[in-house]
């Protein structure tokens, strides 16, 4: 099973509308909130390139334009091109003037998330957070807390948009087990990408669980944004996702 990603910044869209979908045009024309509009298109532009880097085509408006991203029932992107289902999964996901595009074959239930790393009250770790999950967050030295945290967070976002309900459901629903992750040393680390895949499905006591697998990075601003073969470089672990008693 490959996963590629994608990653672009705002600079990297380009100005004109030309690479939309006509159906694209019309939804961007009646949005009246700017960030909402710039957000929209960043991740619509990183979705298409990292379209075309998977089927090797050019980035040039021509394709793109044929290329439309519909929102199914769940709200998960459905990716299409020249009006068909296109053969390929995408999970979308931009946070700071920053997107990412998670790609994979049709069939692969597919989540990504991008979180920033920064300080998070203990309301938050109480409300949001498995009881093992706050035992890791309790463990982690309080340099390495904000990443930790951004990991987990990330982690759950991209699990609960493979089941395809996203924050709709408990986030407690889901346990992440980040395993033995090593932080780097690196003060530049502003973000935290996870993307994840549904790897199973077992049985206990008659009821049938999802089990989901994932990988785990730190963007760099300073490093090139260039599509990535199967989820192998700059990676810093895996990461394991286990169902709770609130029953995924």
């Known amino acids: 099973m490959n996963v590629y990603w994608l990653e672009q910044t705002e600079v990297d869209v380009r100005s004109e509308d030309d690479w939309l979908h006509a159906s694209e045009l019309v939804r961007l024309r009646a949005m009246r909130v700017p960030k909402r509009r710039t957000d929209w298109r960043l991740g619509r532009w990183t979705a298409k390139l990292a379209f075309a880097a998977y089927l090797d085509l050019p980035a040039h408006s021509r394709f793109l334009m044929d290329m439309e991203i519909r929102p199914a029932e769940t709200g998960a992107p459905e990716l299409y091109f020249a009006d068909k289902p296109a053969d390929a999964s995408i999970s979308i996901s931009h946070c700071g003037g920053r997107a990412i595009c998670a790609i994979a074959a049709s069939g692969i ?15 938050f770790i109480a409300d949001y957070f498995t009881d093992a999950e706050k035992a890791v967050i309790a463990r982690t030295s309080a340099a390495n807390n904000p990443r930790m945290l951004a990991l987990l967070w990330s982690a759950k976002e991209s699990a609960l948009k493979v089941l395809q309900t996203g924050l709709r459901a408990d986030t407690r629903s889901v346990m992440v087990n980040p395993g033995n992750i090593l932080f780097s040393d690196d003060e530049n680390c502003a973000l935290s990408m996870c993307a994840v895949t549904l790897v199973g499905l ?3 006591g008659g009821n049938t669980t999802r089990r989901s697998s994932g990988r785990w990075s730190h963007p760099r601003p300073p490093r090139r944004r260039s599509f990535l073969p199967p989820l192998t470089r700059a990676l810093v672990g895996p990461v394991g996702f286990e169902p709770t008693t609130n029953g995924l």
């Open 109 to 123: 239930e597919l989540g990504c998330d991008l979180e920033r790393i920064e300080p998070r009250t203990d309301a």
């Open 202 to 204: 077992s049985k206990a």
